[in-house]
């Protein structure tokens, strides 16, 4: 009896649900195969997760492979980030696939230890906004820094453990569209983020107001501004904040109401072409002395023939323009953009940075990247191009617990991390994932510097077009700056002043060496004119260690 009355309810419950299914007309499934075809629907659901952990082998899944996740998972918690038994990348038959060429003998060489890199800065090679003279140019003490990514699109939490991670590892973080929050205020400097909304700088009819900029500039650690002219999750269109992740907090520092999708426009207000653009940098600059770029993404490039043409003359220009390519997109967007809008970024930068580089001013101008560059391989590949800086957004949410649930768009991310849900927000610490930021920006950094190291140069930025070759399978390698469409190898490097300034600043540096010399290679110079020397190896001498774990 006992038994009946314990599946009464259940059983009770089913045929419930079955009749419910027999008698709607909605759904075909749930009406031809009733409590059954819930099934589906529950597949559909889990499909990611199912996939992520079940299904696909290291290397195909999208947008980030499991190899890609468990590199930021270990680099994050300072756990081994080596990986066993060669690669299985398949070489001999991917097209596009970029190899580094190392250099054997060179006065600068990787450090061996695993750590060894990580207590180092890296700073940019470029000094932003000291081309144009801005009063308050400086140059970044990070080449890697995190992308714009708005409180409301990632919790508060979230937003927080990336400022503190940011300001731990000297970093700087791109406050994103959304305005400045109390979460940005936790010690790490910002990039404010001018979007076409103009939240955070905008007066009560929506329209931007200089004087509401300057305030929140004087009122917070920002050190460059940056318009949004697209990205490439969405080009062309503006921002989307659902209402179910917009709270009171949200809607009070954005200026909206609450119980309402926020749309963004698609265009400024504030210019219309590219030559009233340029008028509106300069008046940002001028009012508050800061660095001021660009961020887009690249499709038609008249506005770029255009930008360079102007810039060129030398009375007015951007400070650094940061180009996004179409893989990137922290942001939900339409499906047909997210695949099928705007250029990916080993050819969306090329079109852009090669423009600059003809007019001869690239020199001129910051350049950063965003699109999957938080990989080193990736980012070694934007370095040769011409990068001074990179930006990382998923990569970064990777750090702080993101497993790639794809649920950003919904409010539902099981993580906490893009997320307003109280319940899922509170299962994100600050104090641990703000410690697994720092720990994945100054991982990041230490792997570059060995692949820096492993070309013969001292800084990533120093990485060059012709140490870099993109594979036809087993058929054709051909060299970075041909398959880019640059005229010079040396395009994508900073100038010659700037380089050594990069070099000199980089003095200290931890790099490899070797053992002592033996007799044989110590001996008579007159004999031994190519002997080998600590010297020779490694300027700062040897960091060989005997760990079997390293082998």
């Keep these: ?204 009819r929506g329209r931007f107001d200089l004087q509401r900029l300057k305030d929140l500039v004087a009122a917070n650690p920002v050190r460059a501004l940056e318009i949004k002219l697209s990205q490439g999750a969405k080009p062309g269109l503006g921002g989307l904040l659902p209402k179910a992740k917009i709270t009171e907090e949200i809607a009070q520092i954005r200026g909206i109401p609450v119980g309402q999708d926020c749309h963004s426009p698609s265009r400024h207000a504030e210019f219309s072409d590219v030559d009233s653009m340029l008028d509106f940098v300069e008046l940002l600059a001028a009012e508050t002395g800061l660095p001021v770029g660009i961020k887009s993404a690249v499709g038609l490039v008249d506005m770029w023939d255009e930008l360079a043409e102007l810039m060129a003359r030398g009375d007015r220009g951007v400070d650094f323009i940061a180009i996004d390519g179409g893989e990137g997109g922290t942001g939900a967007a339409p499906l047909a953009f997210s695949d099928s809008v705007s250029l990916p970024f080993r050819i969306a930068f090329p079109e852009v940075y090669s423009r600059f580089a003809r007019a001869g001013i690239a020199d001129r101008v910051v350049w950063m990247g965003g699109g999957k560059l938080g990989l080193p391989d990736n980012a070694a590949v934007a ?6 800086l990179v930006y990382v957004a998923r990569e970064a949410m990777m750090s702080i617990g993101c497993i790639q649930a794809q649920r950003c768009h919904n409010d539902l991310c099981p993580t906490g991390v893009a997320t307003q849900n109280p319940w899922l927000v509170r299962g994100l610490d600050p104090d641990d994932k703000s410690a697994r930021a720092t720990n994945y920006l100054v991982s990041w950094r230490r792997e570059m510097l060995k692949l820096a190291g492993a070309c013969g140069v001292e800084h990533p930025g120093l990485i060059s077009g012709d140490m870099v070759d993109i594979l036809l399978g087993t058929r054709q390698a051909t060299p970075l700056w041909r398959a880019a469409g640059y005229d010079d190898p040396s395009w994508g490097l900073p100038s010659a002043e700037q380089q050594q300034e990069i070099r000199d600043l980089m003095t200290g540096a931890p790099e490899g060496g070797s053992v002592p010399p033996s007799a044989t290679a110590t001996g008579d110079a007159s004999t031994h004119p190519t002997a080998s020397t600590p010297e020779r190896l490694g300027r700062r001498g040897s960091d060989v260690i005997q760990d079997s774990n390293t082998e």
């Design 1 to 204: 009896m006992r038994w009946t009355r314990a599946l009464a309810l259940p059983a009770a419950g089913l045929a419930a649900l079955a009749v419910r299914d027999l008698t709607q007309k909605k759904h075909a499934i749930r009406h031809n195969f009733p409590v059954l075809g819930h099934a589906r629907y529950l597949l559909e659901e889990v499909g990611p997760e199912i996939r992520q952990y079940i299904v696909t082998d290291n290397n195909s899944e999208r947008p980030f492979s499991r190899d890609q996740r468990r590199w930021i998972y270990a680099s994050a918690k300072r756990e081994n980030p080596y990986f066993g038994f060669g690669t299985d990348n398949d070489l001999e038959r991917d097209e596009g696939y970029a190899v580094i060429r190392h250099r054997t003998f060179a006065p600068v060489q990787p450090a061996v230890h695993p750590h060894a890199g990580e207590e180092t800065p890296v700073p940019c090679a470029k000094v932003l906004g000291q081309a144009r003279g801005r009063t308050r140019a400086f140059r970044p003490g990070s080449v890697i820094n995190v992308s714009a990514m708005s409180y409301g699109a990632l919790s508060g939490r979230a937003v927080e453990s990336l400022n503190r991670g940011c300001a731990e590892a000297g970093a700087l973080h791109n406050t994103g569209e959304g305005g400045i929050s109390v979460h940005h205020r936790h010690g790490a400097d910002l990039i404010f983020q001018i979007g076409t909304a103009y939240f955070g700088c905008r007066d009560e």
């Design 383 to 388: 370095f040769a191009l011409g990068v001074d």
